[in-house]
């Protein structure tokens, strides 16, 4: 799905004159269709349930529709349709501005990540996140991610029943922080490594709940976290900052995760990133790549011992 455009009241807009097109100065376009429950309604729908809520828009009004919400004070318009999402992602920035600036994720994320920036700074910080992901160091991750799952199926019993949610969260979460902080297996008690796993641990459990979604909803429209949302994540910037300046200082060049590759990157005038720039850049690959992969995994498997044909064909 994608944002196609902002919908403005009346309901209809002027068209542009062009000469390409039917349309002329003298015909109005007209917006796509709309749900007409309250915006509160829409609002706490759309934070709680946002799947259902445009799974159920898409089946009511086909592929186009519009959201009000109450995180914009006007409409916006959504489509679905692969050849609309074809034409914004390969539009000219002026012609389709981007919203990711006003992403939901921008408290938490903050402004410097690659998913909340734009224009010259999102090239930027794209160009710099490159060495960490480029073919050798792709392959060292894949036999790392192999290693962590195999460790953690050899604790699993043969016969007996398990939560797949779970466990796949526990594999994902230690593939990241060995990927992207260089901490093997399970660190030990009390050490400042098994302090930031745990911390992350407990983040990314509460973000699941839906006590988390109302603060989610009560961040709307904000660029900078509220009260409760700065207490979660002062906890968690605390224990980043101290790692990453421990690890500046100690100027490492043989370590190949993606902090140490990311300390070494440098742009075309010869600046690094700050120590803001790395965190937001860390916050992005941990809250992106944990539980987005961890429910895939799950949905996979879950379906794969449902279907046993498809099941044994895999294997």
């Given at each position: 799905m ?28 007209r ?12 609002t ?13 828009a898409?089946r ?34 002026e ?50 991610i ?8 050899d ?7 398990l ?29 400042a ?12 459990r ?22 409760v ?37 440098s ?13 937001d ?35």
């Amino acid at each position: 799905m994608a944002v196609a455009e902002e919908a403005r009241a009346p309901e209809t807009l002027d068209a542009p004159h062009s000469s390409a097109g039917p349309v002329g100065d003298d015909l109005p376009i007209r917006l796509p269709p709309a749900r007409t429950a309250p915006r509160l309604v829409q609002t706490i729908w759309f934070g709680l349930r946002p799947l259902h809520y445009n799974l159920s828009a898409a089946r009511e009004f086909g592929d186009v529709w519009q959201v009000t919400i109450a995180s914009r004070k006007e409409a916006f318009v959504v489509t679905c349709h692969p050849d609309h999402v074809a034409s914004l992602l390969k539009a000219k920035p002026e012609d389709a501005p981007s919203l990711t600036g006003e992403t939901p994720l921008r408290p938490i994320l903050g402004p410097n990540s690659v998913l909340t920036s734009v224009g010259e700074r999102h090239m930027r910080q794209r160009k710099l996140l490159l060495p960490a992901f480029h073919g050798e160091a792709v392959q060292r991750y894949a036999e790392m991610i192999s290693e962590v799952a195999e460790r953690e199926i050899d604790n699993w019993a043969v016969g007996r029943r398990l939560a797949l949610a779970p466990r796949m969260q526990a594999v994902t979460l230690d593939v990241i922080m060995s990927g992207i902080f260089g901490i093997e297996g399970r660190p030990a008690r009390g050490t400042a490594e098994y302090r930031l796993r745990q911390t992350f641990r407990s983040l990314l459990r509460a973000s699941t709940t839906p006590l988390f979604a109302l603060v989610d909803l009560t961040n709307a429209r904000r660029r900078e976290p509220n009260r409760v949302l700065a207490g979660f994540l002062g906890l968690l910037d605390r224990q980043l900052y101290a790692l990453i300046r421990a690890r500046r200082a100690a100027g490492e060049t043989d370590r190949h995760d993606v902090l140490s590759l990311l300390l070494q990157a440098s742009d075309e005038q010869g600046e690094q990133l700050t120590d803001q720039e790395l965190r937001d850049e860390l916050m992005s690959l941990v809250l992106a790549g944990h539980e987005t992969t961890a429910n895939s995994l799950a949905w996979t498997f879950e379906r794969l011992v449902r279907t046993p044909a498809a099941y044994d064909t895999l294997r």
